[in-house]
Structure formats: C-alpha cells, structure tokens
C-alpha cells in the first residue's frame, strides 16, 4: 500500500521496500521461468502441439472474466466479431505471429536467450515509437538501450565483459592456479 503524503517514514525506507518487492518480483518471475522451461522441456512434442497447449491456458483465462462479467450474454446476441475494426484484426495478427514465435523460442531456446531478445525487441518498439507516436528519448532511455544492446552482444558472444570475463576460447585463469 502507498505511503500517506505526510508520512514520517524517511525516504530511503520507501526506497528499499520499492527496490526490495522489484527484487522479488524478478526472482518470483525467473522461478517461474526455469519452472516453465522445465516443464515444457521435458516432454517431447511437436511445435504445434505446444502451441495448441499454450494457447488452452489464455482461452480459460480469458472465457472465466467473460462470463463473470456478464458480457458472455451480449456476445451470444450480436456475435464474436460484433465491434472488431481493422486495428482489432492487425492486432489478433501480430499477437497470433508473437505466440508462434514465442513457442518456436520456447521449444529451440532456452530462458535467457528468450530474456534476451525480449529485451532487443522492446528496445526496437521504443525506437520505432519515436517515429510512430512521438516518442522522445531521454539520457536514461538511451543508457538503458545501451546496456541491452551490450547485453545482446555479450550473450551473443561477440563482447567480452570490459576484459573481465575470459572469451569461452581461452582457458580460465582459475583453472592454473596451483592446488
């Protein structure tokens, strides 16, 4: 819950408590990732297959709010399709493309290649959005661009961290210190 405006907790308390609930919140979602992983990994399936089971999950989720809502009733009456404008459809489209190619990463990636290109992807989309709708850049948007983009190399393995991570091709230098 917000602090209260003339609260007498000092500043840095609300800092921490911020940093530490995105803290769990990362690790609560790299869990869940690695769980994902696992379980999706551990059995032997076709793409589509996959596909068809990851789409069941967002048709339950998406048909219980319906129903509760009581909009279930009006779609029975005027039909699925009643509203949907071009914009709808280009959206149904790019989100039908985005779950395929989120099941194609799924099923021949693994988590942090997957972290990865999420990350390039939104980078793309905000440098898109300046042309699109005006989005203007700031010096923290493009220090934030630069470390994913750092990021994606790294990972890449066209970079090495700053000289302090050994290329894979080179021996460790843990690996010759003496027992």
Do not use: H
């Amino acid at each position: 819950r917000p602090l209260p405006p003339n609260s007498s907790l000092p500043f840095d308390f609300a800092c921490c408590r911020g940093f530490a609930v995105i803290l769990l919140a990362a690790a609560l979602s790299s869990m869940a990732g690695v769980y994902f992983e696992k379980i999706l990994k551990g059995v032997k399936v076709s793409l589509w297959t996959r596909n068809l089971q990851l789409a069941s999950y967002s048709v339950v989720t998406s048909l219980v709010p319906l129903v509760i809502s009581g909009e279930w009733m009006i779609i029975q009456e005027k039909g699925f399709f009643f509203g949907y404008t071009k914009m709808t459809w280009i959206c149904i489209i790019m989100n039908a493309g985005g779950g395929l190619l989120v099941g194609t990463v799924i099923k021949y990636a693994d988590a942090v290649t997957k972290d990865v290109a999420l990350g390039a992807s939104i980078v793309f989309s905000s440098i898109a959005s300046t042309q699109l709708f005006g989005f203007e850049i700031s010096a923290l948007f493009t220090m934030g661009v630069s470390v994913v983009i750092y990021a994606v190399f790294l990972y890449g393995g066209r970079t090495y961290c700053c000289g302090l991570l050994a290329p894979p091709s080179s021996p460790s230098p843990l690996n010759s210190l003496p027992n």
